[in-house]
């Protein structure tokens, strides 16, 4: 059975748009802690301000990547039909555990559609890279830490 693509990006985008939100408001209390008067060091040893630091940086990265993600997929026309795995492409997967992913620009967030379990993932994934190219009916292998598992390219959109 196939997945309608409209409302895998729909729910992807619903979910991408939460955990940007989310995201933000961790980022801003981040911010505020790293130049908070209570992180100031008090003596040579005392790193919170550094740490703070640190993770305030990761948190703007990653909503920067999120807002991009987003941005891409407003305008992301899912009517272009994908003939190989690439940007853009709905995969379902048989083999080892049949699966559906969409191929995103980044990873992203998993999502239920039709009472299916579905993940983003980018072509800079082990899964992704590995299948990147081929067209449905195509097999290949991912090593995972469980050994080496064997998929086939069930179906493309």
Do not use: N
């Not at 993770?55 to 994908?82: C, H, I, K, N, Y």
């Not at 699966?99 to 992704?128: C, E, H, N, Y």
């Amino acid at each position: 059975m196939t997945m309608d693509k409209s409302a895998v990006l729909k729910a992807l985008a619903a979910e991408v748009a939460a955990e940007l939100d989310a995201v933000e408001r961790v980022a801003a209390m981040a911010r505020d802690e790293a130049s908070s008067e209570e992180s100031k060091a008090e003596g040579k040893y005392d790193t919170r301000a550094t740490e703070a630091s640190y993770l305030a940086r990761g948190q703007a990265w990653r909503v920067a990547e999120l807002r991009r993600l987003s941005a891409w997929m407003q305008v992301f026309d899912a009517t272009v039909p994908r003939d190989v795995v690439e940007v853009g492409a709905l995969v379902e997967l048989g083999g080892h555990r049949d699966a559906w992913v969409f191929i995103g620009p980044i990873g992203g967030p998993k999502v239920q559609v039709d009472k299916r379990t579905l993940r983003m993932i980018s072509l800079d994934s082990p899964l992704g890279g590995a299948m990147a190219g081929l067209s449905e009916g195509e097999g290949f292998a991912v090593d995972s830490p469980q050994g080496r598992v064997e998929y086939e390219i069930l179906h493309l959109r």
